[in-house]
């Protein structure tokens, strides 16, 4: 299956990219795909710690998740395991949610931040668990979320 991989250039100092990233209170106003919000964020930013979140959609439902960090080189690599949970944090798989799947599916995402020219570039490369059919959905998702930290990067 063919990795997801994602670049992404933003007009900001590498360490408020990278407060994006890590800080509860930034994660909140972006870390959901469009049309759904941030209900919950919050971050433990330790190897083993875990990142939780839940993205809530316009209808009221919830979609938790979390990510057990896996290597933190502030502010140029981060990378997480990332699983669908539920509100206790406890990993659960897709049809949990009403969605494909019956096992439980971690994947690894990984996010690289370089300076160049006072540009903040991203690299982000995610394990892709399923078949590459979604592929194009799942950028468009990533995506969609990285215009929402573009869009907060701006204005701060």
């Not at 990233?21 to 209900?39: C, H, I, R, V, Y």
């Not at 370089?114 to 799942?138: C, F, Q, R, W, Y």
């Amino acid at each position: 299956m063919t990795k997801l991989t994602i670049e992404r250039s933003f007009s900001a100092p590498i360490e408020k990219v990278w407060e994006g990233f890590t800080n509860a209170d930034k994660l909140k106003k972006w870390w959901a795909p469009q049309g759904m919000e941030s209900s919950y964020i919050s971050v433990d930013l330790k190897k083993g710690g875990i990142f939780r979140y839940c993205h809530k959609g316009p209808d009221g439902k919830e979609f938790w998740g979390r990510g057990v960090y896996q290597t933190i080189e502030q502010p140029k690599f981060l990378s997480f395991i990332d699983t669908f949970s539920d509100s206790q944090g406890n990993p659960v798989p897709s049809s949990y949610y009403g969605m494909d799947g019956k096992e439980v599916v971690e994947s690894l995402v990984e996010f690289k931040l370089t300076v160049a020219n006072g540009i903040t570039k991203m690299e982000m490369i995610g394990d892709n668990p399923h078949d590459d059919s979604i592929l194009e959905d799942m950028k468009k998702g990533w995506n969609g979320m990285f215009d929402k930290l573009e869009t907060l990067l701006k204005n701060e």
